[in-house]
């Protein structure tokens, strides 16, 4: 009886199916816990650990065949002019949100940041020479930045055009909306080749301005002179007119009417002088405007060769490459454990999951595929 009742007290803790003694394999249904997670991955440290050296020094090695990019930037701040008479702190505090109060929108530092990326001032600074870094530092030879470049085309245009679009991805120029400066950075292959780029904007930048100004200036004085011209004559008119009135009329203190007209004369007189000395003294404005050479755009900070590479930053992309396969690795072995341990609980549903798949496989790669003759 003893004997029976071991027996029997076996056969209900087995579970229905296996042999007293065997193993049980359960799949990964229920969740994994922490224990039982570090296991799998002490299991499958070759995958673990493996995946995300292998990453690295993949990328390590694949960044040692990018070629290295050097950062040149350069600062400066351009002449605000106001138009308005704005209080001060309203125009600081608009400032601050990017909105110009009170000055002309062709004198805003956005302004600038977008003329230093038009295609005018681009061909310019690409059709540029500059000392060819390509060659020994003695050397004077200087070259086109184009031809530095080594961007071609189906002709001399078309070279241009794919040049232009280039070095609009080799510039960036950013306003700070509190300082109004305007920091323009230029990216090449070389640091003294992007130092000299950058300076050069600002050059150009400063050459178009100043032709800009005076171009305004001079617009403005021709019309100022233009009315200046017609003023003095119809001053002089209006005087005539007076004239003659008092040479016919000698006696016109004794008439009413003669003293209207006296007055209406003498009035179209002086209404006729203050025009004339204002449009004088907007003449004389002008005149100096346009001689005015003062420098418009302030230099804060020039581009200097640098002395570090911007790009590639191997350092981080190591590092993103190992982080990146140690996911994929700690993925891959939990994935793997799981489809073990399915296969090993129910060898019939593994069955049916990898044939599914594999017709799934077979239907997208098989068109791709060789076909057998």
């Known amino acids: 009886m003893p004997l029976e009742n071991d027996t029997g007290s076996d056969a209900s803790v087995a579970p229905k199916g296996s042999a007293r003694g065997a193993p049980t394999t359960q799949p990964l249904t229920n969740g994994i816990g922490l224990l039982e997670f570090l296991n799998v991955l002490l299991k ?28 040149a930037t350069t600062t400066f701040v351009p002449e605000v002019r106001s138009q308005g008479r704005l209080p001060a702190g309203l125009t600081g505090l608009a400032g601050q949100f990017g909105v110009s109060l009170g000055a002309d929108a062709t004198q805003s530092p956005r302004f600038y940041a977008e003329v230093a990326k038009s ?9 540029s020479r500059y000392r060819d870094p390509r060659r020994a530092e003695t050397s004077s030879d200087s070259t086109e930045l184009i031809r530095i470049l ?22 960036s120029a950013r306003v700070s909306s509190q300082t109004n400066v305007v920091r323009l950075s230029v990216d090449a292959r070389y640091p003294t080749l992007a130092a000299d780029v950058a300076n050069r904007f600002v050059a150009y930048l400063n050459d178009f301005n100043a032709q800009s100004r005076q171009s305004q200036a001079r617009e403005r004085r021709k019309f100022v002179e233009q009315r200046l011209t ?8 209006a005087e005539e007119d007076l004239r003659v009135f008092y040479e016919r009329n000698r006696s016109w203190q004794q008439s009413p009417q003669l003293v209207f007209e006296e007055g209406r004369l003498r009035r179209q007189v002086d209404i006729r002088q203050e025009l004339y000395l204002t449009l ?7 005149r100096i405007e346009e001689v005015n050479d003062t420098p418009v755009i302030t230099v804060i900070d020039r581009a200097i060769p640098p002395e570090e590479r911007s790009r590639p930053r191997r350092r981080l992309l190591v590092v993103l490459a190992f982080l990146f396969g140690g ?30 798949l594999g017709g799934i496989v077979h239907r997208i790669v098989g068109p791709f595929g060789l076909r057998r003759k």
């Open 44 to 71: 499958r440290s070759r995958i673990v650990v493996g995946l995300p050296l292998i990453a690295a020094v993949l990328v390590a090695f694949s960044s040692f065949l990018i070629p290295a990019t050097f950062t």
């Open 119 to 127: 295609r005018e001032i681009l061909e310019r600074v690409l059709l």
């Open 150 to 171: 080594r961007i071609n085309g189906r002709n001399w245009a078309d070279s241009v055009h794919n040049a232009v679009k280039t070095l609009d991805h080799l510039v």
């Open 230 to 237: 017609d003023g003095e004559r119809e001053l002089r008119t």
């Open 280 to 286: 004088r003294r907007e003449y004389e404005t002008a």
């Open 327 to 356: 996911m994929v690795g700690v993925f891959w072995a939990v994935t793997g454990e799981f489809f073990d341990r399915a296969k090993k609980g129910n060898e019939d549903d593994y069955r049916e999951f990898s044939a599914r």
